[in-house]
């Protein structure tokens, strides 16, 4: 449990922070520590502690404030979401929601639970009624910000960090790329610029030709010349051409993308007027990296292992996250005996379950596990005669910061499960 986990290092922050009583007292505010702020870029501070440990402060102290920053919003999410589930069809208004926000949000995701299981009684349940597929979550971790953290943490001085960047272990590296990139294996490639085979995903018109489209345009939809069912139609969607950005449906066909192609491309994608792409192929010009997808940035320089690994939560808690998408359909035997509360209960899953997923299966353990490297990080490898009287006070006011962050992410983990459970995923 994370009470157990964090003991230790609540006792030791509970131990630092005298340094920090009657701080707004203090004239000189030697003993304050007002720099370090939850979600803030913490590079630039100078937490007064020695040149020595300088990189590994300002790491732990990057990472606690982004996470603390991200557990703050994967709970937030998660109790919206749950309280979106319970309150389906005017459920739960007068609820008196508790104050505390671990228990909030286990409060609204057991009602979210209760409300779920209800609007399926008569199909037997939830799992049985409904055939659900899920496309995954993407995260992105940022390349730029781990490169410059790690290079702070190196042991080498004489390791070139710009020419010994990171790798992308386990993932594919996004690129900023000059020239064309293609994949391996002619196998499809994300892209961000021209492609010269087929676009899945969206394409956006240019030069005033429009593109091919069948899904959602975002400008003006027309029918294909000759064409007697084309243009908008009664749903709302495209069928014909879109003079503007078309995000193709999922039962669409693959087609070739005549301007900027925003998703997967079969073929090379190819910078435009001398523009750069981004893709996660190989580049046949100068490529600048972006982002680690799926998997984990590590050093090529030795780096100091807390130091390196604070670098790896804050890149993985500021990581871009694209929600898992989901098709949902009654199956064949419940359809018949659907609701309306059913029928209502189906568009809220498909409204707010993706939130309850991404902190499910994208972030929450991953969370845990990191909140609790960082607390140890900076309880166990901080030399204490190294601080100086405004490292020790920040390191007090830091720690049960990322201790209440690891508590938040627990809490929204164990709610998000609870209701990810009613479902076969």
């Known amino acids: 449990m994370l009470s ?48 020595s440990i300088k990189g590994q402060f300002n790491a732990f102290a990057q990472a606690s404030a982004d996470l603390s920053g991200a557990a703050s919003g994967a709970l937030d999410g998660v109790t919206g979401a749950c309280k979106g589930m319970a309150q389906v069809g005017g459920a739960n208004a007068t609820a008196d929601e508790p104050a505390d926000p671990g228990a909030r949000v286990k409060f609204w995701c057991d009602l979210a639970v209760a409300k779920i299981q209800a609007s399926f009684q008569a199909q037997g349940g939830a799992s049985a009624a409904l055939n659900i597929q899920v496309t995954p979550a993407e995260c992105k971790a940022s390349f730029k910000a781990e490169a410059n953290c790690q290079a702070s943490c190196q042991v080498d001085a004489s390791c070139d960090a710009s020419a010994k960047p990171p790798t992308c272990e386990g993932g594919k590296l996004e690129v900023s790329c000059e020239g064309g990139c293609e994949g391996e294996a002619n196998a499809s490639i994300a892209c961000e610029g021209g492609c010269t085979g087929t676009c899945e995903g969206s394409c956006t018109a240019e030069g005033g030709v429009a593109v091919d489209c069948e899904g ?18 009664a749903d709302g969607s495209c069928k014909g051409e879109c003079n503007g950005t078309c995000t193709a449906s999922a039962t669409a066909p693959k087609v070739e993308c005549k301007g900027t192609c925003k998703g997967s491309c079969s073929a090379k994608c190819e910078a435009k007027a001398g523009a750069t792409v981004k893709c996660d192929g190989k580049c046949s010009g ?41 098709d949902i359909a009654f199956s064949a035997s419940a359809q018949g005996s659907a609701s309306g509360e059913a029928a209502l209960m189906v568009e809220a899953i498909r409204l707010y379950l993706p939130e309850i997923l991404l902190v499910f299966q994208a972030r929450g353990k991953a969370f845990v596990d990191l909140t609790g490297k960082v607390v140890a990080s900076g309880s166990a490898t901080l030399d204490p005669g190294k601080l100086g009287l405004k490292g020790a006070a920040c390191l007090g006011a830091i720690v049960p910061v990322v201790v209440q962050a690891g508590a938040n992410v627990t809490a929204a983990f164990e709610a998000s499960g609870k209701v990810a459970g009613q479902f076969s995923l």
Do not use: I
């Open 4 to 51: 157990k986990r964090f003991h230790g290092a609540a006792l030791m922050a509970a131990v630092t922070l005298t340094a920090v009583v009657g701080c707004g007292e203090d004239p000189l505010a030697s003993a304050c520590c007002t720099e370090f702020k939850v979600g803030a870029d913490l590079s630039g501070v100078d937490f007064g502690v020695d040149a």
């Open 286 to 326: 100068k490529a600048e990296p972006l982002s680690c997808k799926g998997g984990e940035l590590k050093a090529q320089c030795e780096v100091n292992a807390e130091c390196g690994g604070n670098c790896s939560a804050s890149a993985s808690a500021k990581a871009e996250c694209t929600p898992p998408k989901l």
């Open 216 to 233: 959602k345009c975002e400008g003006t939809c027309t029918a294909k010349a000759g064409a007697s069912d084309g243009g908008a139609q």
